[in-house]
Structures are given as structure tokens and as C-alpha cells.
């Protein structure tokens, strides 16, 4: 006869199993992988590498590699760890595209509240236009000039629908009231080489990895995006958007770590665990601030505050991407 203890028996035994895998984690020969689901080089690769950096150090010196799996605006990387085994050694590093892309995409193949562990967020991203060396204007109000007599004629780069440069350029254009041919690459770092060598007009990228082009001369810096002007030396003479006149513009966008859902209690815990210790690492700080960013530190580090927002910025994203009227399959 069956005992009907060997149930409960079983159950107890998986779960010894699952807290002893949790209490190894991270084995020391295994890997951590974040995929970034951009190219390498370009803002979100920059602050998924410092971040693996700082965890890494948190952790003991563990490995944390990067696995830049680009394409369909973030989606294949992000599809790739909500289908991965849930034992936390494949994460989702990704900023607002979390939260853009159910709107954007009508067959997206994976659900952004269901399929993922939330980990924490890490840092706030402003936007900055920029143009591509040779373009006439040197101010906003030239380059909106510029806009206004080429109607037709323009083209802006961006990393996909629902990229965080789309998400900016979107706004830019629908607030001028102008279109431009979107141009969309697997993330702006080869979107920013075109922009340098002069096949596309214009963009809107992160502060992080425009600083630098500005510095070199390589781009023109026309606006930032947030409501006050940033301090970084090569963006304090550009001008807010809404100071250029484009009343209510301000895109601020975000980071994040994601795991796999079913990922153990506690690996997440150890995980989010490093996560905190790295937000508060003054070579991670000093990293993301010198590139115009702010590092997270609030109940956003958490998977709770975490999640809360992502539901928060779904809701406020949806109808702003609606009124756009723009859908990827
Ligand atoms: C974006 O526009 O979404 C990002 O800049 C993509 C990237 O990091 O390349």
C-alpha cells in the first residue's frame, strides 16, 4: 500500500534540495551571466559592466560576464531570460524597455509581470539630442529651424521600437509636430558610429555615452531631457528641452536586474543582497554619476519597490506609446 507520507516526504526532500542549492549559490567554477539585450558599447552595456563590476567585487570576486544578445529592440536578450533555468546564473540587465515594450509590441513572446524575479534597480539615465557633426545648427533653436525646412528629409537613429532612444526621439517628433524616418539599429553604439560618420541626422541617447562624443567633438549636444540642467562640463550649455520651448518634455529613464521566475528565495536574496552593496560602491557611484547619471537608492532597490514601478511605469507609458500610434510585431 502507498504511505501517504511519501508525498510530504518527497516534498520535504525537494525542498532540502532547493535550500541547499540556494545556500551554494554562487558555485564558485559557475558563472554569472547578465544578458544585455543591446549592442556592447553603447550606454546599457556601459552600466550593465559597471554593475557586473560592483556585484562581482560583492560577491567575493565571483564572475559575471555579459552576454550582449541584441535585436527586436531588447526583446530577444530579455525573451532569452524569461526562458532560461531559473538558478541564478542568467540575469536580464535592461532599463525602460521593461516597460515600454508590452505596448509596443503586439506579439511580444514573453510577459513582462509574469515571466521574471525582479532584483532591484540601480540608476536613472538622462537623455540628450545630439546631431551628427556636420549639421548647420549649432543651437536648438537652429536646429528646429533646421527641422522645419527640411521636412521629409530627416532621419533620426534609435535602438528599436521601445528602445529608450525611440521612447526620446517619439516624443521629440510628435511635440514638434514633425516626422522623421526612424532608423533603428541593434543598440546605439553602431547607431552613434553612423551618427559620427554623418548617415544619419540625429538622436537621442543617454548621457553616459554621449558625454564623451561631446567631449571629443565628435557629435553636437542640442537638449538634455530632464526638467533642470545636468553639471557635467560637456552638457552644461544645453538647454532642457522644455527651456528650448518644448513644453512638458522631460524623459528620465531606469535600470535593472531581472531573474528568471521560480529563482529561488533565497538566490534572489543573495543577489539582491549584492545588488545593495553595490549601489552604494564609490567606484559604481562615481562611474554612473560622471556620466550624468543617478545611482538608485530607495525602496526601488528591492524586488517589491522594484516591481511597484515597473507596474507604475507600464501604466504611464501605455497610452503615451497609444497616442504615438506606433506598433512592431
Ligand atoms: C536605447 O536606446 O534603448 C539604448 O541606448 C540601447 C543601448 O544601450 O544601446
Redesign the pocket.
Known sequence: MRSKFLPVAIACALLASVNAFAQEYPVANKTITFVLP??AG????KAARDLAQAMSKAMGGHSIVIDNSAGAS?SIGANKVAKASADGYTLLFT?I?QATLPTFFRNLPYNVEKDFEYIGLVSENPMNLIGRPSLPANTMGELVTWIQANKGKINIA??GPG????LCGMLFQSTLKVDMTSVPYK???PAMTDLIGGQVDLMC??TTTTIPQIEGKKVKSFAVTTPTRLTAVALKDSPTMQEAGLKDFSVTIWQGLYAPKGTPAAVLKKLNDALKVSVKDPEFIRKQEGGGATVIMDARNDPAGHKAFIVSELAKWAPVIRAGGIYAD
Do not use: I, M, R
Open positions: 543591446y549592442a553603447g550606454p546599457t552595456d531588447g532599463h524597455a534609435n535602438a528602445s529608450a532612444s525611440h543598440g546605439t553604439a541617447d543617454q
